[in-house]
């Protein structure tokens, strides 16, 4: 399994490398992507979902490009498959004339999140749909009337690989990716949305906190058709899984 899910990652990027090079409108950037993310279990069936996302837009340090706050309900339909649905406020800073210049966003979003446990490594997967309400813009600083409407495809792959175990500390190598896909009334030319691929490293802290932080590449087509983005992204997460169903007396 391991070999087929490496197989998968490299046919991914070597699509994308190649793709990457029959365009040449490509523009790159540097970025910091910093979270915070919480899953906690409220019961056997219950628990809820929250994540904070900060991103800059340049130079890794320069100007802000996107603010998401992610909360969700979540059913456990076991200990190893789980399903959320919830709402996402989006903040876009798209202007490159004014620094300031601000697009709100809405997304209603469900998934399908399960885990598959091997003998020395793990498997996350989710699949994810979109529903995207992005404010119409007129100008670099001014809001139109109205929102722009498209759903989003999302698949994400999480492969753990431990590296050292301790009793009170573990790194794991793990790789990462995850592809979008647009579809909708109003997408036209870019209906791959982008893939990220992220490698790196995640320190488990203890079993229910983690911290993972490494490379991320982001390669995304813009509603254009013609222009692409190609980042370059050091990704800082900061991961808990919490449970706090009263412990059954023996």
């Known amino acids: 399994m391991n070999k087929k899910i490496f197989t998968l990652i490299i046919t991914i990027l070597s699509y994308i490398s190649s793709f990457a090079q029959t365009t040449k409108s490509t523009a790159t950037q540097r970025q910091t992507w910093i979270a915070f993310s919480n899953q906690t279990r409220l019961s056997d069936k219950w628990g809820f979902w929250g994540d904070?996302?900060?991103?800059?837009?340049?130079?890794?340090?320069?100007?802000?490009?996107?603010?998401?706050?992610?909360?969700?309900?979540?059913?456990?339909?076991?200990?190893?498959?789980?399903?959320?649905v919830g709402y996402a406020y989006v903040v876009n800073y798209p202007s490159e004339a004014d620094k300031h210049f601000s697009q709100p966003e809405?997304?209603?979003?469900?998934?399908?999140?399960?885990?598959?446990k091997y003998t020395k490594t793990k498997l996350m997967q989710w699949i994810r749909l979109e529903e995207k309400y992005r404010h119409k813009i007129l100008n670099d600083s001014t809001l139109a009337?109205?929102?722009?409407?498209?759903?989003?495809?999302?698949?994400?792959?999480?492969?753990?690989?431990?590296?050292?175990?301790s009793?009170?500390?573990?790194?794991?190598?793990?790789?990462?990716?995850?592809?979008?896909?647009?579809?909708?009334?109003?997408?036209?030319?870019?209906?791959?949305?982008?893939?990220r691929f992220f490698i790196g490293f995640k320190f488990d802290f203890n079993k229910h906190e983690n911290l993972q932080l490494g490379y991320m590449n982001q390669f995304q087509q813009l509603p254009e058709g013609n222009k692409y983005?190609?980042?370059?992204?050091?990704?800082?997460?900061?991961?808990?899984?919490?449970?706090?169903?009263?412990?059954?007396?023996?």
């Open 52 to 84: 904070f996302n900060l991103r800059t837009k340049e130079e890794f340090t320069q100007n802000l490009s996107q603010i998401i706050l992610r909360p969700g309900l979540t059913y456990y339909a076991n200990d190893n498959t789980k399903l959320t």
């Open 229 to 250: 983005r190609n980042n370059h992204i050091i990704r800082v997460f900061f991961a808990q899984n919490l449970d706090w169903r009263r412990k059954k007396a023996l």
């Open 145 to 165: 009337n109205g929102y722009n409407f498209n759903y989003k495809f999302r698949y994400n792959l999480f492969w753990d690989v431990p590296l050292r175990q």
């Open 167 to 195: 009793p009170n500390n573990k790194v794991s190598f793990i790789v990462n990716d995850e592809v979008h896909i647009n579809f909708g009334k109003q997408i036209i030319y870019n209906y791959f949305d982008q893939n």
């Open 106 to 116: 809405h997304r209603i979003w469900q998934q399908l999140q399960w885990h598959t």
